[in-house]
C-alpha cells in the first residue's frame, strides 16, 4: 500500500508494522509468546525499596506479531486509557523481542519514552514462565517474568537484584482479557 492510494501515512505504517502471524519458518521459536497476543487488562502494583505497596492502578496491554511475522511487539500503557482522567499521566512502553538463534533466546528492547528510556533484555521461555534478564547501569540486575500464563490471564513482575543477591520486587502487574463487547 502507497499513501499515495488514499491511505494516511499512519494507515501504511501499521499495515506494515502489524502482521496476521509469525512467519512460519519462526513459529515454533515464538510459541512461548503466542498466548499473550491479544489485548489485557491489567491491575498494576509498584513497591518500594522495602517492599511496601506505593501505588496501584489500572492498566492494559497490547500484543502483537509484527515485522512480517519475524518478532512480537507490545504496548503497555499505564494508568490505562480509561484511568487517566483520574489517575493522571504515566507511560506507553514498546517492547520489540526478535527470536537469535545463535542465543536460542529472544533479544528484546524496552522503550519508556516519557523518561526516555531503553532496557535491552534477553529472554528465555522456562517449563512455567518467561525470564528476561538486564543488566543496566541503574542496578546489578533486572527481571522481567511472565508466569502463569494462560490464554485468560498471566502474572508479570519487575524486580531488581542488588549486589548481595538481594531481591527488590518493583511492578508486579496481574492480567486478564478484556471482556468482549
Do not use: C
Not at 491479544?38 to 525499596?49: A, C, F
Not at 506507553?92 to 542465543?103: A, K, T
Request: aromatic residues 12%; glycine residues 8%.
Amino acid at each position: 500500500m502507497r499513501v499515495t492510494d488514499g491511505a494516511t501515512a499512519a494507515e501504511v505504517f501499521a499495515g506494515l508494522m502489524v502482521s496476521d502471524g509469525p512467519r512460519d519458518e519462526y513459529e515454533k521459536a515464538f510459541e512461548p509468546f503466542a498466548p499473550l497476543i491479544g489485548s489485557w487488562d491489567l491491575d498494576v502494583t509498584w513497591y518500594d525499596d522495602d517492599g511496601n505497596l506505593t501505588r496501584q492502578t489500572k492498566g492494559e496491554w497490547h500484543f502483537a506479531w509484527v515485522l512480517d511475522g519475524r518478532a512480537v511487539a507490545d504496548i503497555w500503557i499505564t494508568p490505562s486509557r480509561a484511568a487517566r482522567a483520574t489517575d493522571g499521566d504515566g507511560e506507553w512502553g514498546l517492547s520489540i523481542r526478535i527470536h537469535d538463534p545463535e542465543l536460542d533466546a529472544f533479544r528484546s528492547t524496552w522503550m519508556g519514552p516519557k523518561a526516555a528510556f531503553v532496557m535491552t533484555f534477553i529472554a528465555r521461555a522456562e517449563a512455567d514462565s518467561i525470564r528476561l534478564e538486564s543488566r543496566e547501569p541503574l542496578a546489578t540486575k533486572t527481571r522481567w517474568i511472565f508466569t502463569g500464563i494462560t490464554e485468560t490471564g498471566f502474572h508479570w513482575r519487575n524486580e531488581d537484584e542488588d549486589a548481595d543477591g538481594n531481591i527488590i520486587v518493583r511492578q508486579r502487574f496481574v492480567a486478564t482479557r478484556p471482556a468482549q463487547p
